[in-house]
T-cell receptor
Framework: SQTIHQWPATLVQPVGSPLSLECTVE??????LYWYRQAAGRGLQLLFY??????ISSEVPQNLSASRPQDRQFILSSKKLLLSDSGFYLC???????????FGPGTRLTVT | AQSVTQLGSHVSVSEGALVLLRCNYS??????LFWYVQYPNQGLQLLLK??????LVKGINGFEAEFKKSETSFHLTKPSAHMSDAAEYFC?????????????FGTGTRLTIIP
């Protein structure tokens, strides 16, 4: 069966510091991968999606970037965090024969 | 552009009573629609999905939803609420294709169960 992991589970970072969140999926090949953010007042919003290694599409302009160095690994990064980057970050995956993205447990990011 | 609207940010029902959570969609093409549930500090769990195969969709935990094109609605129901149903529920529509989903979510409905 497929599983999705995210780490860390929680993170507290000062403004201006870098960020790296990681997501990995097990039990499937060539999944579509997504980063969503859940933030107060902004709901659940798609940030990035990837259909393959090195292929990243951004949905909204922001202070963040994403990378997919391996088939089942998706990384969310920032060079300098802003207060507005605080939120709950959710990674998700889907594949061609399946309808309904599956979500990871999330990372709670607090920027201080 | 596709969107969903959830009416009622908070809904309270008594244990054993009917649960009804409302979702209306806007889409220029036949949509893929979903309901997800989120428990505190956890990720989202897929409850059910509409793919046009049947208008009444049954999901996990006794939930079901009916797709009504004439009303552009996809309301979530459960005949008898249980304390464990207390959570936040999100309706979503897919802007992508089958297997390549870019979900647009509603603002969510927090369900409280009264003992």
């Amino acid at each position: 069966s497929q599983t999705i992991h995210q780490w860390p589970a929680t993170l507290v970072q000062p403004v201006g510091s870098p960020l790296s969140l990681e997501c990995t999926v097990e039990g499937t090949s060539n999944p579509n991968l997504y980063w969503y953010r859940q933030a107060a007042g902004r709901g659940l919003q798609l940030l990035f999606y990837s259909v393959g290694i090195g292929q990243i599409s951004s949905e909204v302009p922001q202070n963040l970037s994403a990378s997919r160095p391996q088939d089942r690994q998706f990384i969310l990064s920032s060079k300098k965090l802003l207060l507005s980057d605080s939120g709950f970050y959710l990674c998700a995956w889907s594949e061609g024969q399946m309808l309904g993205s599956r979500f990871g447990p999330g990372t709670r990011l607090t920027v201080t | 552009a596709q969107s969903v609207t959830q009416l009622g940010s908070h809904v309270s029902v008594s244990e054993g009573a009917l649960v009804l959570l409302r979702c209306n969609y806007s889409s220029s093409v036949p949509p893929y629609l979903f309901w997800y549930v989120q428990y505190p500090n956890q990720g989202l769990q897929l409850l059910l999905k509409y793919t046009s195969a049947a208008t009444l969709v049954k999901g996990i935990n006794g939930f079901e939803a009916e797709f009504k094109k004439s009303e552009t609605s996809f309301h979530l129901t459960k005949p008898s609420a249980h304390m464990s149903d207390a959570a936040e529920y999100f309706c979503a529509v897919s802007r992508g294709s089958f297997g390549n989903e870019k979900l647009t979510f509603g603002t969510g409905t927090r369900l409280t169960i009264i003992p």
